[in-house]
Structure formats: C-alpha cells, structure tokens
C-alpha cells in the first residue's frame, strides 16, 4: 500500500468518533453475594458485558459519513426497537391470559389503538432511513418480522396492506436482520450502545 493510500485512510475509535455522546444505556453492576475464592470469602458483583472491536478504517471520508450516519440513526432508533418488544411481550403474555376469542379480539382492538397513540407522533419524526432501520431492529429485537408480528397478532389481510404500503414508499416489512452481513456494523454499534460504551 503506498504512503498515499495510508494517509487516506480515515481511523475510528473512541477518541475520534463524533456520534459516540452520552450513552444510552449504563454499565450495570449488580451484588450477587459471597464466594469463596481461594480459601477466602469475598464479594461477587455481576458487570455488564465489555465489548472490544478493532478500529474502524475506512477508506475515504464518504465511507466514514455512512458510518457516522448509521451510528446517529441508531441511536436514535434503537430505544423504539427496545420499548416495542417491551410492548409486544407484555401484550403477548396478557393475550395468553384470556380465555375467549372474543376477549382476544377484544383486547388486540384497544392494543392497536393504544400503540397508534404511543408511537405515532415518535415514528413521525423519522427520516425514511431511520424507519428502514427500525423495521430490520424490530427483528433483532422480537425474533420475527414486522410483518410476520402483523400477521399474528391482527391478521393476514392487515399485514399484507401494511406491506403494500411500506412497498410503495420503497421498504417492506419482511426485511430481515443481518447480523453476519449486511447488518454487521449495525450489530457493532449496539452492542456498544447496550454495554453503554456508545
């Protein structure tokens, strides 16, 4: 590689990231008792995980914005992913809990209602990259698709005109998360913003 070639090269860490801010989340520490360690009694506290990657180089100051762009975008997102599958499982676990269909029906009616109410002003303010994004986390988060959550929980007919209309605005609603590939930087940038170094 020629010496111009490695002047060009854009390095990321913590001292140069410019998206890296407060965190979102803090390190946890919880006291889990006494252990003894050899032959001596001491205190065992649980710490959350630590992540540690190797620096980002990028080739060109282009690649580096998409970077920064992606980090920003999650961060911003990635809490909705985090309080919808919040949601969603406190749905889940209460729609478990009734024994009727029409209780079901019943129930899912005001949950659609009441998610309108919660999410629509926050989604709203979403760049159209950000939504895409949200779609792929809501997977990473819930272990199914947007529209395979739809499907379940309001029916084939409302999940399918869902997707048609994300469709036409260019996303759709199956996307998958990617952590292997297309979503790996993605992956990087929350597992550092859930260990709270991001």
Not at 27 to 50: K, T
Not at 135 to 163: E, P, V
Request: proline share 4%.
């Amino acid at each position: 590689m020629s010496n111009s070639a490695i002047a060009q090269q854009i390095v990321v860490d913590e001292t140069t990231d410019p998206v890296a801010g407060a965190p979102i989340f803090q390190h946890a520490a919880g006291y889990a008792g006494m252990v003894v360690y050899d032959g001596e009694e001491i205190p065992w506290v649980v710490l959350s995980d630590v992540y540690i990657f190797n620096k980002l180089v990028f080739k060109n100051e282009r690649q580096a914005k998409k970077y920064y762009k992606i980090a920003a975008n999650i961060k911003k997102v990635y809490p909705i992913a985090v309080d919808i599958q919040k949601t969603i499982n406190a749905c889940v676990a209460h729609l478990d809990s009734l024994p009727t269909k029409a209780e079901k029906d019943e129930y899912m009616k005001q949950v659609e209602k009441d998610l309108r109410k919660q999410y629509t002003p926050r989604l709203k303010k979403l760049t159209f990259a950000q939504g895409k994004l949200l779609i792929k986390l809501i997977d990473r988060q819930c272990g199914q698709t947007s529209y395979q959550l739809i499907k379940t929980y309001m029916g084939k007919f409302k999940a399918g005109l869902s997707n048609a209309i994300a469709t036409l605005f260019g996303a759709s609603l199956k996307k998958q998360y990617d952590p292997e590939d297309d979503d790996r930087l993605t992956e990087r940038c929350i597992l550092l913003i859930e260990s709270g170094q991001m």
